[in-house]
């Protein structure tokens, strides 16, 4: 095939992506367009906090509050919402202190207070008042952390109607993960001490995945028993589904028809049964749109490459350092991953005195990526001319490559659109939504500590390029900045932490995002403190909302 057709086919196909993107999201805000009129809610908890959420009116006699996970937020339970909302109740949801929109950091102690509880009882007074129901007509349903709360609710609230709990984490077995996590051992607690048959005093739906680590299947047992089981006088039952991992509960319409018919059932309210439509389609959507978004990025990294643009032609002007020997080169920037971690952790012990709340769980990533940054500058900068081994050439930080204000205005709108795109996943559901609070001065703040790993990285790939096996060194080149978060993944795995491992490979998607978005932009705009400055930013606008803020007592 002759280089345009080739050429031509790969830009035809990126753009067919691109469209296919943009209709997958289309179609998602179509299937709610019902729901787009909801109410946000503004309210302080019982300790003066700022809380939002959001509220769905109904048309029945019923109603339904939805709490998250922990470090999740309440655009990750719009699936559960509008498949209530379009039976008729009434929905709220809203995020606890240090999670998504709401103000405020949650404490290391949390587990074992009821700090959370109360902000739940909190809520249902405004769902009250907003819908005109009673307490005996209001469910709650909770996930994870939430369920959690959900139970703990209820049990200062005896006159519920209902509580559908998803991968509880509360766990009488021998759970490391999750005592290491809630810093207690729950069957130490005085109030999961008096769960029985009658406490709570309403029905509970207790569901739970096969592959669960959080509530295992054991664990799932003696919690059901401990609530009094199959003989108490309140109403229990308790589901494992097959093939079903913690992180992707609040997903599957297995689980959301589930809890819809168990809630139609426990209501009385005479419906017939249903199934969740809506979020079927919902996921066939994010997998065909996530997936598009990828494609396209990479169809027109390909497309530009066969134009010749990019760093081919700009790199071989610059002979101020060459790569001489590329095996050395590449060990010796492995071994410096191992060099760097007490800079790593340094980083991220500094940034952890910062007084407000501290998204405990981004550390990683500002820590690794950050650290290794900070310290390959002072090795370049210590070492100018006698630079590591397998590199000769003399090394100038300040020698930063010049580009047009018209190359800028492209690279500009191509990441305005990316962020665009993300952005409106996150509000239809798929993952969680930056807002604009705390994580506002850290998104700033990581992002600029950060910009000199990815500036180092592209001044590393100008010198690549002029090698004899570029494609093959750039790929292990890359891999190498992947590996502090593949070991993390691994380390996951042998702990048998599922749900940890699969936070890990997310991670490592928006890292793969981030760098092909780079690649595509150094095609485009050629000046590597632009491009370091948007990996950076983009890196911390899609992971700073994944994770709940902390502040240390």
Known sequence: MQKNTKKTLIGYFGTVFLIVTCVSIGILYFNDRSVINREQLTFESPTGVTLKGFYYP???????????????????????????????????????????????SIGFDNAATDVL??????????????????????????????????????????????????GTSINLDLNLQSDFFTGVRDSDLEWIQNLNGTNPETPVLLMSGAWDDILTPSAANLLFEQLGGEGAPNARELIIFDYM???????????????????????????????????VIRKIFWAVGVSSLFLTLIFFNLYLELKNVGFDKLMNSDPSINITNTQKFLWVKLALWILSLPLCVIVAGVLSLIPIGIPVFNMIYVGFIAGYGIFMVLIYQFRKKKLIPGLEGTFDLKDMKHTSV??????????????ILSTLFARSGLYALFPLNYRLIWLILFTLITIPAFYITLKEQEWIVKTKRKRLVSFVHTVIGYVPFILLTILYLVLRSISGMIGA???????????????????????????????SFL?????????ALFVFF
């Open 406 to 419: 018209k190359k800028i205005l492209k690279g500009t709108c191509i990441v305005l659109g990316l962020l």
């Open 117 to 166: 509880a109360k902000q739940v009882l909190k809520a249902e007074e405004i769902f009250k008042s907003e819908s005109g129901l009673l307490d005996s007509q209001i469910l709650y349903m909770g996930h994870s952390m939430g369920s959690r709360v959900a139970l703990q609710a209820a049990t200062m609230d005896d006159s519920l109607a209902g509580l559908i709990l998803v």
């Open 505 to 535: 490979i997310h991670g490592l998607i928006i890292i793969a995002l981030v760098t092909i978005t780079g690649n595509l932009l150094g095609k485009i705009v050629q000046n590597q403190l632009f491009i370091s400055i948007i990996q």
């Open 58 to 104: 109904g048309n029945l006699d019923a109603g339904v509050m939805l709490l998250e996970g922990f470090s999740a937020d309440q655009f990750m339970l719009k699936g559960f919402a509008l498949e209530f909302w379009k039976l008729g109740f009434h929905v709220l949801t809203f995020d606890f202190t240090g999670h998504g929109l709401s103000f405020g």
């Open 245 to 279: 991992f913690h992180n992707y509960e609040v997903y599957s319409p297995r689980v959301i028809s589930y809890a819809l018919n168990w809630a139609i059932n426990t209501l009385g309210l005479g419906l017939n049964p249903l199934s969740p439509s809506t979020m």
């Open 539 to 547: 890196l911390y606008y899609l992971v700073l909302p994944q994770t």
